[in-house]
């Protein structure tokens, strides 16, 4: 990379946030597709749900009835959990490059620059998971965002085998390990520290229904490192592995020159989407049967289970390849357009998300926690985002980006970005 200026704080002066006619329509709404499913998805945590369904009795009589509750659950095992977040890793991956790209065009460095966004994006994880909501990806998206510096030095062959590592190596790995290490008659409420699950996500439903502010954010960071800690740690380097797979788009510029990538998109489509779905399918039929963990703690599923999780990557590449594809069809283009100002404001839309979910269900809200089943807390997720997507599109008709993006671009460039829609550009665009 060429650099122009040799001071790390003078290489920024050139750069600011990107404007609405340099960005990409196709990450946009990606992105406020991926946002849709993301509270569709951290619906089951918001309402309780997943504490209630460690009860035996309350988990058989959810996934194994026919109802309404039934078919929301499996639906959206189906075709959202694991799916957006995974597209949402992609596209942060993907975003770094495109930024690294637009630096280098202006011979600068992005390197402090970078560092600083996400250090700015870690106070705001660490916020977020510590006094609003345990359920915080930011802070993790923030750690792992460091490596990404590294990654950007390595050759497009080396990103796609440490991708291949983390995406299905590891799985392989856990998998492996767990099967030769665990026992065949794993049950789905094994105690856990003296107490059964059940008990233990009693006591957890309970501070999150009537607990006070200070139980609940000690709670917040108890749950916060249990995804930190043991085999869920090193899951959570899968995050990375999508990382590294949008920056390998986003240097091949996939996005930017979909047709030279038709023929590839179109493979990724049709098997992703096959291959995906139906491992999904053979994932919630297991799950079904015997709880989701202890499949994955039994010797005999375990591995199986671990495989199968590779097919939550695949299915995320394949609605991302659709959706890229549909966008090239003036109709579908039209229609998928509306989704476009939720993505914009996707830092904003998925705090806010938080703020109205704990409101609707916590104790000191409206107290639905632990009261609300799968298809009216999927209804309840589709009423906030289609609210998010109204007041997105006015919000900016008026102003540049999101309020958080601003305080969050601010941060990054240390100085005060323009935000209302008439107030002239302050530097030439990056990022």
């Not at 989407?273 to 139906?278: E, I, K, N, P, Q």
């Amino acid at each position: 990379m060429t650099h122009h200026k040799t001071s790390g704080e003078a290489s920024v002066e050139g750069l600011a946030p990107v404007d609405a006619e340099e960005r990409i329509l196709t990450l946009d709404v990606l992105r406020g597709l991926a946002l849709l499913g993301v509270i569709i998805a951290n619906m089951q945590w918001f309402s309780g749900l997943v504490f209630r369904l460690r009860v035996p009795a309350f988990r058989v009589g959810l996934v194994q009835a026919l109802s309404l509750d039934s078919a929301a659950f499996h639906a959206i095992g189906i075709l959202v959990n694991g799916k957006a977040i995974a597209t949402l890793s992609f596209l942060f991956g993907l975003g770094f490059a495109m930024q690294m790209l637009r630096a280098e065009r202006r011979g600068v460095s992005v390197v402090s620059l970078y560092c600083r966004r996400l250090a700015v994006l870690l106070a705001f994880g660490l916020v977020h998971t510590v006094f609003l909501w345990y359920g915080d990806i930011l802070s993790l998206y923030a750690v792992l965002g460091f490596a990404l510096l590294w990654a950007a030095r390595r050759s497009d062959r080396t990103l796609l085998v440490l991708a291949g590592i983390l995406l299905v190596g590891l799985p392989l790995a856990i998998g492996t390990m767990t099967m030769v290490t665990s026992t065949v008659g794993v049950s789905p409420d094994a105690p856990v520290g003296g107490l059964s699950r059940a008990e233990l996500g009693a006591a957890t439903l309970a501070v999150f229904q009537s607990g006070t502010y200070p139980q609940i954010v000690r709670e917040n960071v108890v749950l916060t490192l249990q995804f930190y800690e043991g085999v869920q740690g090193l899951t959570n380097l899968q995050y990375l592995g999508l990382f590294l797979l949008g920056l390998y788009a986003g240097r091949r510029r996939v996005f930017e020159r979909v047709a030279a990538h038709d023929a590839t998109l179109w493979r990724i489509a049709v098997w992703g989407l096959v291959v995906g779905l139906s491992s999904s399918i053979v994932q919630e039929g297991v799950v079904t049967a015997v709880g989701r963990r202890a499949a994955f703690e039994r010797s005999d599923l375990a591995l199986l289970m671990n495989v199968l999780t590779i097919g939550t990557f695949v299915q995320a590449a394949g609605y991302i390849a659709t959706v890229t594809l549909l966008l090239e069809h003036p109709s579908w283009k039209r229609w998928l357009s509306a989704f476009v100002p939720a993505g914009r404001m996707a830092l904003t839309n998925y705090l806010t998300q938080t703020v109205v979910c704990l409101a609707i269900f916590y104790g000191f809200g409206a107290g639905l926690i632990g009261r609300t089943g799968p298809a009216l807390g999927l209804a309840i997720a589709l009423a906030i985002y289609a609210t998010q997507m109204i007041w997105s599109r006015l919000w900016l008709s008026r102003f540049r980006m999101g309020p958080l993006e601003w305080v969050w671009r601010s941060g990054t460039y240390g100085r005060r970005q323009p935000l209302l829609s008439t107030e002239p550009a302050i530097a030439a665009h990056v990022v």
